[in-house]
């Protein structure tokens, strides 16, 4: 999720300024919207955090009074947030996180950290909304007080749902704890007793390549494997081991209490951070007239002519029926062929794959219900050890991080989220819809999903940089929807393939269409253009390097649910049965309008291609539309709260488009 990182007991280094200067920058793609550092001298820990990122931090006074103007080199550790609990503009929810004698800083997300509190601190009040302050509360409590490390580290281990990984300071111990459940921590260690640790193993190679002065072999690097800890102190690492064989006898050096001093940002001031307000989503009620206007246009909608075989209204782009009333996206359908688990077998022992080394291959993580099993299926039933990639480009709910951490804590997989810049990448979207307001265009819509397409980018990056050849996603055919490229003027061509598999032709035609919407609505020229333009490219262009689990698995549902919910305790959402695009932020909202406007959502395709792939009966998929078309009126408040429109002026432009029905 975030970025963590360190350089412990530095020596006499010309480098060590520009070595931590390059750990932030190197983790600045874990996120983005905060940053902090507390380094450890012989009498004093010295803590400073700010709602900008680490590129920035490191410009800043603060960095440059700290860092680069100590004569002493100090032990450091750092942060690159990624707002999950807690806004970013208030200050103590930003990391380092302090509990009285316990500083630390901690990458993932804690699910249970509310049950966790009530039952080691109870009425005990948090003086953050972070989840990551259990892990400093216990530090304070059991480490800070009573030298139980033993039981601290089995706690986290035993205890915790979800993902941590954390490096902790304490005010009168000379050490720093490391501790992962899912195995996102690496670190390297030179003669001189120096040890630098980040996130990823790319970052740590980056670093002792750059560093000759650290006198590091790359091959040297090790991962802090799933479920275990290490204690380092000058003298070395005091302690280390797996959850099941915590060592009993941890002795930790005494030292005379520090002071931790606080650095007040207002000092070093980079700016004014915009004011998030993601989180207020659920502040205010539904009026009666957007019910009332979605009450009508069902009743309208539920008289459209319909295909007699699957659920596709006569509004459908390019839609016709024959004389029994089946339409021609089920007389042109092809069924999804499905080969066997042994064939995929077979594929992956005649790639590449390096069998001697770990990790063995790359798996696009949305946290969406379809990855996350395939991530399951990947690890349990196949054996392989992955590395979980996930892309935040803003609209990832915290339902789905969360979900992300159950898999990646349960499964004891390394999960790399790269972050854009969320803020910049919400304004895009937010000029995007704002334009979009102005000249509603069915065919213009996924101006408003654009930001996501450089997901491909960072996946074939990712694969690069950690040396995989094989990266497998969970992408289900039946999810294929070919309405919003008609819309676009585009005619079906009913061949099987990914939404990006257009032909060149009608790549063009695609670019023809919105460069006439364009030129209809200037609007839509505005600072995310590029950001669109480098979308396009992702997305439609570059090679997408990916096997496919189910092309070679069939996906059943059924299955899919219960294992998640019934063996991960997955998490869903109250405002629908669904399991599907719970995780998307901008689904609800999209699919709003095309309901309200055309007569039909992504639901009526997926239910019609499960029609068609005999998985349910017409009548069991008109039954589900009922309540999966009905509005999840909470999440639309999110989306457009979170990209700074006024939800209610939003939806009375979109109810007064005229209809297709």
Same mark, same amino acid.
């Given at each position: 999720?975030?970025?963590?990182?360190?350089?412990?007991?530095?020596?006499?280094?010309?480098?060590?300024?520009?070595?931590?200067?390059?750990?932030?920058?190197?983790?600045?793609?874990?996120?983005?919207?905060?940053?902090?550092?507390?380094?450890?001298?012989?009498?004093?820990?010295?803590?400073?955090?700010?709602?900008?990122?680490?590129?920035?931090?490191? $410009?800043?006074?603060?960095? +440059?009074?700290?860092?680069? $103007?100590?004569?002493?080199?100090?032990?450091?550790?750092? &942060?690159?947030?990624?707002?999950?609990?807690?806004?970013?503009?208030?200050?103590?929810?930003?990391?380092?996180?302090?509990?009285?004698?316990?500083?630390?800083? &901690?990458?993932?997300?804690?699910?249970? &950290?509310?049950?966790?509190?009530? $039952?080691?601190?109870?009425?005990?009040?948090?003086?953050?909304?972070?989840?990551?302050?259990?892990?400093?509360?216990?530090?304070?409590? !059991?480490?800070?007080?009573?030298?139980?490390?033993?039981?601290?580290?089995?706690?986290?281990?035993?205890?915790?749902?979800?993902?941590?990984?954390?490096?902790?300071?304490?005010?009168?111990?000379?050490?720093?704890?490391?501790?992962?459940?899912?195995?996102?921590?690496?670190? *390297?260690?030179?003669?001189?007793?120096?040890?630098?640790?980040?996130?990823?193993?790319?970052?740590?190679?980056?670093?002792?390549?750059?560093?000759?002065?650290?006198?590091?072999?790359?091959?040297?690097?090790?991962?802090?494997?799933?479920?275990?800890?290490?204690?380092?102190?000058?003298?070395?690492?005091?302690?280390?081991?797996?959850?099941? +064989?915590?060592?009993?006898?941890?002795?930790?050096?005494?030292?005379?209490?520090?002071?931790?001093?606080?650095?007040?940002?207002?000092?070093?001031?980079?700016?004014?951070?915009?004011?998030?307000?993601?989180?207020?989503?659920?502040?205010?009620?539904?009026?009666?007239?957007?019910?009332?206007?979605?009450?009508?246009?069902?009743?309208?909608?539920?008289?459209?002519?319909?295909?007699?075989?699957?659920? !596709?209204?006569?509004?459908?782009?390019?839609?016709?029926?024959? +004389?029994?009333?089946?339409?021609?996206?089920?007389?042109?359908?092809?069924?999804?062929?499905?080969?066997?688990?042994?064939?995929?077998?077979?594929?992956?022992?005649?790639?590449?794959?390096?069998?001697?080394?770990?990790?063995?291959?790359?798996?696009?993580?949305?946290?969406?219900?379809?990855?996350?099993?395939?991530?399951?299926?990947?690890?349990?039933?196949?054996?392989?050890?992955?590395?979980?990639?996930?892309?935040?480009?803003?609209?990832?709910?915290?339902?789905?991080?969360?979900?992300?951490? !159950?898999?990646?804590?349960?499964?004891?997989?390394?999960?790399?989220?790269?972050? *854009?810049?969320?803020?910049?990448?919400?304004?895009?979207?937010?000029?995007?819809?704002?334009?979009?307001?102005?000249?509603?265009?069915?065919?213009?819509?996924?101006?408003?999903?654009?930001?996501?397409?450089?997901?491909?980018?960072?996946?074939?990056?990712?694969?690069?940089?950690?040396?995989? +050849?094989?990266?497998?996603?969970?992408?289900?055919?039946?999810?294929?929807?070919?309405? $919003?490229?008609?819309?676009?003027?585009?005619?079906?061509?009913?061949?099987?393939?990914?939404?990006?598999?257009?032909?060149?032709?009608?790549?063009?035609?695609?670019?023809?269409?919105?460069?006439?919407?364009?030129?209809?609505?200037?609007?839509?020229?505005?600072?995310?253009?590029?950001?669109?333009?480098?979308?396009?490219?992702?997305?439609?262009?570059?090679?997408?390097?990916?096997?496919?689990?189910?092309?070679?698995?069939?996906?059943?549902?059924?299955?899919?649910?219960?294992?998640?919910?019934?063996?991960?305790?997955?998490?869903?959402?109250?405002?629908?049965?669904?399991?599907?695009?719970?995780?998307?932020?901008?689904?609800?909202?999209?699919?709003?309008?095309?309901?309200?406007?055309?007569?039909?959502?992504?639901?009526?395709?997926?239910?019609?291609?499960?029609?068609?792939?005999?998985?349910?009966?017409?009548?069991?998929?008109?039954?589900?539309?009922?309540?999966?078309?009905?509005?999840?009126?909470?999440?639309?408040?999110?989306?457009?709260?979170?990209?700074?429109?006024?939800?209610?002026?939003?939806?009375?432009?979109?109810?007064?488009?005229?209809?297709?029905?």
């Amino acid at each position: 999720m975030c970025g963590i990182f360190g350089y412990l007991n530095p020596k006499k280094n010309a480098d060590y300024a520009n070595i931590i200067k390059k750990l932030y920058e190197l983790s600045d793609n874990r996120g983005k919207e905060a940053s902090g550092f507390c380094v450890n001298d012989e009498g004093e820990l010295s803590v400073y955090k700010t709602p900008f990122s680490g590129t920035a931090l490191v $410009k800043g006074k603060a960095f +440059d009074e700290y860092i680069i $103007k100590q004569e002493k080199k100090l032990s450091i550790i750092g &942060h690159s947030r990624l707002v999950t609990d807690g806004y970013e503009h208030e200050d103590q929810n930003n990391q380092p996180v302090i509990s009285d004698s316990c500083i630390a800083v &901690h990458n993932g997300i804690i699910v249970n &950290h509310k049950e966790l509190w009530e $039952k080691h601190f109870n009425g005990q009040q948090k003086k953050t909304a972070l989840d990551s302050e259990l892990i400093t509360a216990l530090g304070n409590k !059991l480490i800070g007080k009573d030298l139980k490390v033993e039981l601290f580290l089995k706690i986290l281990f035993n205890e915790v749902k979800g993902v941590f990984n954390t490096a902790i300071f304490l005010d009168n111990k000379d050490c720093c704890i490391l501790a992962s459940n899912n195995g996102s921590l690496y670190y *390297a260690i030179n003669s001189k007793g120096e040890l630098v640790f980040a996130s990823e193993k790319f970052i740590v190679s980056e670093i002792v390549s750059e560093f000759v002065s650290l006198d590091i072999d790359i091959e040297s690097i090790k991962h802090l494997e799933a479920n275990s800890y290490l204690i380092f102190s000058e003298t070395g690492i005091v302690s280390s081991g797996d959850s099941k +064989d915590i060592d009993s006898n941890i002795e930790l050096i005494e030292v005379d209490k520090k002071i931790i001093n606080y650095i007040s940002g207002e000092k070093y001031l980079l700016g004014v951070p915009k004011k998030n307000t993601s989180m207020e989503y659920n502040a205010k009620g539904i009026p009666e007239r957007f019910r009332l206007h979605f009450s009508a246009c069902k009743a309208k909608i539920d008289k459209l002519k319909r295909c007699s075989k699957c659920l !596709l209204p006569e509004t459908f782009p390019y839609i016709s029926y024959d +004389d029994k009333g089946e339409c021609n996206y089920c007389i042109n359908y092809n069924k999804n062929k499905v080969t066997s688990i042994a064939d995929f077998k077979e594929v992956l022992s005649s790639s590449r794959l390096d069998k001697s080394r770990e990790p063995k291959c790359l798996v696009p993580f949305s946290g969406g219900r379809d990855s996350s099993y395939g991530l399951h299926y990947l690890v349990k039933e196949l054996g392989l050890k992955p590395i979980a990639f996930s892309y935040d480009w803003g609209m990832l709910t915290d339902l789905s991080r969360r979900n992300q951490a !159950l898999m990646c804590g349960e499964l004891g997989v390394e999960h790399i989220l790269i972050s *854009a810049d969320i803020r910049k990448k919400r304004d895009n979207i937010r000029k995007n819809v704002s334009a979009w307001l102005k000249r509603p265009s069915l065919g213009t819509i996924p101006l408003f999903m654009a930001g996501d397409k450089q997901y491909f980018y960072f996946a074939n990056l990712l694969m690069k940089q950690n040396k995989l +050849d094989v990266s497998i996603m969970g992408e289900n055919m039946l999810e294929t929807t070919m309405f $919003k490229s008609g819309f676009c003027g585009i005619k079906p061509k009913f061949e099987k393939g990914h939404t990006y598999s257009l032909s060149m032709g009608d790549k063009m035609k695609m670019m023809a269409f919105y460069g006439k919407e364009y030129l209809l609505n200037p609007s839509y020229i505005n600072s995310s253009i590029l950001d669109t333009l480098d979308a396009f490219k992702s997305y439609y262009v570059m090679d997408h390097k990916n096997l496919n689990l189910f092309d070679y698995l069939k996906w059943n549902e059924t299955e899919v649910n219960n294992t998640l919910l019934n063996q991960y305790n997955w998490e869903t959402d109250p405002e629908t049965k669904s399991t599907w695009r719970i995780g998307d932020g901008t689904a609800s909202f999209y699919n709003y309008i095309y309901y309200v406007v055309a007569g039909f959502t992504e639901n009526d395709t997926f239910r019609s291609n499960q029609i068609r792939e005999g998985q349910i009966s017409r009548e069991e998929g008109l039954r589900l539309l009922e309540s999966e078309n009905y509005p999840r009126w909470n999440s639309i408040q999110w989306y457009c709260n979170t990209i700074g429109i006024d939800w209610e002026d939003a939806l009375k432009v979109i109810n007064d488009i005229p209809k297709r029905y």
